[in-house]
């Protein structure tokens, strides 16, 4: 699908530095040739949060766009609703029609991305990755834009923080299980607390289950505690005994983002690049 740009205004020049006069006539001659490729599911009626999310993301880049526009720059813009299976993507891209464009915002995912940059590395086409944290398929033309924060810096950026309060607080890790994997963001958070020696103390998951936790909490600071999960609903049964150790304790949950619309009562704290 093609949506025809929308016309720029138009800027009275009239008394005006003749470098400023030659730089806004440059703009205006110029033409920025973008491609959006998004799974918009655009055909769905019933739909999804995770589908509302991309919709999202698309009506702000043309907002963005809009304003670019008004201060005369010409865009030309190309949306392609290519769905979360690598399929469209490569038919797309093979497809004799498709344009010679500067750059791509997207896709989404991972083997879509694979695909996009694989057929722009020789093209000196700039791809901008607006969802994903980590790229496993690395650009030598280094013409790849990345949003989100990759695992370490956000691990990172959260040690630091704690680091300047580490009077202050005391952070809770909880002990591996045999056989059990820990997310791989969670564990470069706990090599980032150790880096910058932010004091931690260990417990088992059954002993808050138990609730004998008196051995690892502090009731003097403030205790962060961070589970081996980057999914809430594997809480449901250990949350009731942090709210109930709240009357003795100050208790902190790490969070992430996508937990802000599950009802917690526990303060939280975590790392984004959104403002909630």
Not at 98 to 121: F, N
Not at 178 to 186: D, L, M, Q, T
Not at 187 to 210: D, G, R, S, Y
Request: hydrophobic share 40%; net charge negative; charged share 20%.
């Amino acid at each position: 699908d093609i949506l025809s740009p929308v016309a720029p205004l138009e800027t009275e020049v009239e008394s005006q530095e003749e470098d400023t006069l030659l730089q806004e006539v440059s703009l205006a001659d110029s033409v920025i040739r973008l491609a959006i490729m998004l799974p918009l599911h655009a055909e769905t009626v019933m739909r999804t949060k995770t589908m509302d999310r991309f919709y999202d993301f698309y009506a702000g880049a043309l907002i963005a766009i809009n304003e670019v526009q008004k201060q005369g720059q010409k865009i030309e813009l190309y949306t392609y609703d290519v769905g979360k299976t690598p399929q469209k993507t490569i038919q797309l891209l093979s497809d004799s029609t498709w344009p010679k464009v500067d750059a791509i915002i997207g896709p989404a995912y991972a083997q879509q991305t694979t695909i996009v940059l694989d057929s722009i590395q020789e093209d000196s086409i700039w791809c901008l990755i607006p969802f994903l944290s980590h790229l496993d398929k690395k650009n030598p033309y280094t013409h790849t834009l990345k949003f989100n924060p990759s695992e370490q810096i956000a691990a990172d950026t959260l040690a630091r923080y704690l680091a300047q309060r580490k009077d202050s607080v005391n952070c809770i890790l909880i002990e591996q299980k045999e056989g059990e994997v820990i997310p791989s963001g969670i564990m470069a958070l706990h090599k980032a607390l150790q880096q910058h020696e932010v004091p931690t103390t260990t417990i088992a998951l059954k002993a808050i289950l138990n609730d004998s936790i008196d051995s690892a909490f502090r009731s003097d600071i403030e205790n962060i505690v961070i589970f081996n999960t980057e999914r809430y609903a594997n809480l449901q049964t250990v949350m009731p005994h942090l709210l109930k150790a709240c009357g003795n304790y100050r208790i902190t949950l790490f969070s992430h983002y996508s937990w802000q619309n599950e009802k917690i009562i526990l303060p939280q704290l975590y790392t984004s690049v959104f403002s909630p």
